[in-house]
């Protein structure tokens, strides 16, 4: 055992010695050390809570990844896998430091099959460059998060990430159908493949969604969807979010199950105009984008019943893209919405909650009121047919004050969210951000039996300690207490 | 809660609890107390699968939990309790036009809870996927008596481990699961299943390759041997095709997608080598569908097998069982294959032999075969789930955390797998 001494914040720092073996596992040039490289990896997309690791490592091989792990092991040092870092709840937060282990050199794809419908692929290939790759074969990947250009495949396995057209294909767990593991005492794990139908426990669809705390995914087999034969994209146009949401729930209650159904209001309309000029009317209250596809016979047919509900719910105008064009454009502008805010405001948080899909009317008036109530300012932006809202909390990280109240609205919005029959998060996890909500969602006894599940796979809690669950994890590993959060944004 | 109901005891074995917190008091009570193995009961259609149950078991039954607990049907999820019959369940969501798109054998008798206990499934696997992909919530409650809950009531979640996907084709070795939320679909207005005779295998494979980029979208691509072709015939009074390998292709929607896919899917047979289509529409498919779905249960066969393979390796599969005599049905978009030995295999080692061929190919494409029935006494003898798969040690890790004793179900899953491939002498991790 390597001798460690805490530093003044309880975390340990990683030994030379350790780096050392690091180095002759990967080369120098796979392991990062210096402050100014590992700031890179203190934080994802949730960015109120920030911690560096002690060190990032760049495997390229699953060998290299169980190597890494064994050494982790007999130094006693915690580790933390990362794609990307889009996650949006703290998911790759390094919490109580130690090693990272960033995937994203492992990123090829390694077998396409396309009359068994399944592609393999490392963790740290790029979702979007599947669905390149497969372009012209009449197959794609389902899953499509909003920064499918940036996210890794692994990431999305971590996290069971959703996506606009989620709505009608569904998630990433009903894409997966095997996984390499490399498990947190290094043993290499198949779990399921390409055959459909193994007898036994469905230990893909489990570990799908544990968000990093089950081990480390070095391959995974992926589900092809056939591409729709046609698809036709609409653009409903609302004087209030009220009449919006009542469409989104006539359509739901109509059995129509569009491709996607998404919302935007006014304040991400004002954003996402500036950046991309696409046309929206900016004294819109909402607008609806809404995706039917399906057989070229019948798209017509439910493109109109969409515009008749609409209508009947009081939209101003509904529009169709007419051209392949319009139709990229007008999810451009969907998917890189978020990437518009900044025009908006110097930091965000965007919110991840659910409610059942007749309660979206209800829980969008509550936001609007928490938002004025503690003088936020909330724009909206979501997965309106599933259920699945993203608030935007607009904030300056620089404004402790400020920070508070995010934290208090973003609180009671999902503590509405639960009120409503619903969930804290529908696709962004629980990561470090939510913890405290476990306990507010389920039991001891549900909390229970979720760690005893973890118990079969990660023992120790070496592995992504302090996710997830809210109890604190086998080594101790405290999660970073939120009581003063304006420091941490700040630092 | 109907806490004035009393809980019926069925002789020494069975317990049949008025409500689900009965359930958890008489499942504490044995652990605490008398100890008896505990074997989930819900219909009884699925009870004779795989290893037999230990016969001192204490019988714990669904069957008077059957309230639905919430149907938004405007949510389009429902929320039911795990004795609810499924036939019932479909019933009262079809008033709402709407339906759980799972085949499930037998659904009058069989419960919601057995049928994700069982993993039930059947030909509609290919367009609509299986319970894992409908199951959004659960409560179950562990052996020791204490109940638990994961996912919720919405259609997209993410708090927690997904314990829903874990429970479904659990077999009843993790705990005794008690409510379940499912996500629900529209309930088309048409259907029409076409049906194909072919004398080569071959052909039908290269009609499986173009088949998998059809204009059409079919939710379900059966292929069947001439004994369960000829058994699907008679038993749903349809004029069927009547040759070496029969192909049916369905589709489902509004008339004009079906109408259209109808058009399409003909053409595609008749170019593909089919001399001769017959299309069964809308109302005359009801029957053949729970035929389909209920052929896998084998009726009298000596020895029943579930197969799964690649869908690319399918044709390969099932020509190799009809020259063995096997009466086989494949869900051959997916690759799943249900296998019912002859009667003439009359002892065990004739069984044995039919099974090692088959489960040779079927582990060649990435798959695996697995004795779902046989006649008493063959369990021992032949390997029911054959070699041991590098995750079977991490499964029975997750079992032993659920049911650290192994008084749940004991060995009639991943436990009983891992003794008999330790006892046959293969190396389990």
């Known amino acids: 055992m390597a001798s460690t001494q805490p530093a ?104 396409v099959n396309l009359q068994d419908r399944y592609a393999v692929v490392e963790p740290g290939l790029v979702n979007l460059h599947l669905t390149r790759h497969l372009a012209g074969t009449g197959f794609h990947y389902a899953p499509d998060p909003s920064s499918q250009g940036a996210c890794t495949i692994g990431g999305n396995v971590a996290t069971n990430s959703g996506g606009p057209h989620t709505l009608k294909y569904g998630v990433t767990v009903n894409h997966v159908l095997g996984l390499e593991v490399v498990m947190p005492d290094g043993r290499v794990v198949e779990l399921g493949g390409p055959a459909e139908g193994l007898a036994g426990y469905d230990l893909v669809g489990l570990f799908v969604g544990s968000e990093g705390t089950f081990g480390i995914c070095t391959r995974v087999t992926v589900r092809l969807t056939r591409d729709p034969e046609a698809y036709r994209t609409l653009l409903g146009i609302f004087e209030t979010v009220g009449d919006a949401t009542q469409a989104i729930s006539q359509i739901i209650a109509a059995g129509i199950v569009p491709a996607a159904l998404e919302m935007m209001d006014q304040g991400i309309i004002e954003a996402v105009e500036a950046a991309y000029g696409f046309g929206f009317p900016l004294d819109a209250a909402a607008v609806l984008l809404i995706e039917v596809d399906g057989l070229e016979v019948a798209v017509d047919d439910e493109a109109e019943q969409i515009i008749r509900l609409c209508e009947e719910q009081g939209a101003r105008e509904v529009r169709r893209a007419e051209t392949e064009q319009q ?40 936001i609007i009121e928490a938002g004025e109530r503690h003088e936020i300012r909330i724009v909206n932006v979501f997965h309106a047919g599933d259920g699945n809202i993203h608030p935007i909390l607009l904030f300056d990280e620089r404004d402790e004050d400020q920070i508070a109240r995010v934290f208090r609205a973003s609180d009671e919005i999902l503590g509405k969210c639960i009120d409503l029959g619903g969930s804290v998060t529908g696709e962004h996890g629980i990561g470090v951000e939510k913890l405290e909500f476990m306990e507010r969602m389920f039991t001891e006894d549900d909390l229970a039996v979720m760690a005893s599940v973890r118990m079969a796979f990660n023992p120790r809690g070496s592995c992504s300690p302090g996710k997830m669950l809210p109890t604190a994890g086998a080594c101790g590993m405290e999660h970073i207490e939120r009581s003063r959060p304006g420091k941490q944004a700040a630092s | 809660m109907n806490e004035g109901r009393k809980s019926m005891v069925d002789g020494p074995g069975e317990l049949i609890p008025a409500t689900i917190p009965e359930l958890g008091r008489l499942l504490a009570a044995n652990a605490k107390g008398e100890r008896r193995p505990v074997l989930p009961v819900g219909g009884r259609t699925a009870l004779g699968f795989g290893f037999p149950a230990d016969p001192s078991s204490l019988e714990v039954s669904t069957s008077r939990l059957d309230r639905v607990v919430d149907y938004p049907a405007r949510d389009m999820t429902v929320t039911v309790e795990a004795g609810c019959r499924v036939a019932s369940i479909q019933a009262s969501l079809n008033s709402e036009g709407q339906r759980l798109p799972v085949d499930v054998p037998l659904a009058h008798r069989a419960t ?118 000829r058994q699907l015939a008679v038993e749903s009074r349809q004029e ?140 021992n003898k032949l390997l029911m789930w054959g070699a041991p798969r590098v995750d079977w040690p991490l499964m029975n890790s997750v079992k032993r955390q659920f049911d650290p004793d192994g008084l749940l179900s004991p060995g009639r899953g991943i436990d009983g797998a891992m003794q008999q491939a330790a006892a046959d002498g293969m190396v389990v991790e």
């Open chain 1, 327 to 366: 139709r990229a454009l007008l999810w451009k502008c969907r998917k890189q919405a978020f990437g518009a805010i900044g025009r908006l405001s110097p930091s965000y948080c965007t919110q991840d909650g659910v409610v059942p899909r007749t309660k979206l009317p209800e829980i969008l008036e509550f």
């Open chain 2, 240 to 379: 069927l095709p009547v040759g070496p390998l029969l192909l049916g292709v369905a589709v489902e929607g509004n008339a004009v997608e079906v109408e259209w896919q109808v058009e399409v899917i003909d053409r595609e047979l008749r170019a593909g080598g089919a001399p001769d289509v017959t299309w069964v529409r809308d109302a005359d498919t009801a029957k053949l569908w729970s035929v389909l779905t209920d052929y896998q249960l084998g009726g009298e066969a000596p020895v029943t097998i579930r197969a799964c393979t690649r869908p690319s390796r399918i044709v390969e599969f099932v020509v190799a069982a009809i020259d063995a005599g096997v009466a086989v049905q494949a869900h051959a978009g997916n690759g799943v294959v249900h296998c019912h030995l002859p009667d003439e295999t009359i002892d065990v080692e004739a069984a044995a032999a039919v099974i090692g061929s088959l489960r040779e190919l079927a582990v060649a494409g990435g798959g695996q075969v697995i004795v779902e029935r046989c006649e008493f006494g063959w369990h």
């Open chain 2, 112 to 229: 919601i809870g057995g049928a994700i206990a069982s993993d039930a499934g059947g030909p509609r696997r290919f367009g609509l996927g299986t319970l894992r992909d409908y199951v959004i919530g659960i409560r179950c409650v562990t052996v020791d008596g204490r109940p638990f809950k994961a996912g919720g009531r919405v259609v997209k979640n993410v708090a927690g481990y997904d314990l829903c996907k874990l429970m479904v084709g659990s077999g009843g070795g993790l705990a005794v699961v008690t409510e379940v939320t499912l996500k629900l679909k529209p309930l088309p207005s048409s259907s029409a299943i076409g049906w194909a005779c072919f004398d080569r295998g071959e052909t039908v494979s290269d009609l499986l390759v173009d088949m998998a980029t059809s204009r059409a979208r079919p939710v379900a691509i059966e292929l069947l041997g001439p004994k369960a072709g």
């Open chain 1, 8 to 111: 003044p914040d309880g975390t340990v720092p990683v030994a030379a010695e350790l780096v050392d073996r690091f180095c002759r596992i990967l080369g120098d040039d796979g392991v990062l050390t210096a402050a100014d490289e590992l700031v890179v990896y203190e934080c994802d997309g949730y960015v109120v809570e920030k911690k560096a690791p002690d060190v990032v490592l760049l495997p390229t091989t699953t060998e290299q990844v169980v190597e890494i792990v064994r050494t982790c092991n007999e130094f006693d040092v915690p580790f933390v896998p990362r794609g990307a870092g889009t996650s949006l709840a703290g998911g790759c937060l390094p919490v109580g430091g130690g090693v990272m282990i960033a995937l994203t050199r492992m990123k090829r794809i390694l077998e």
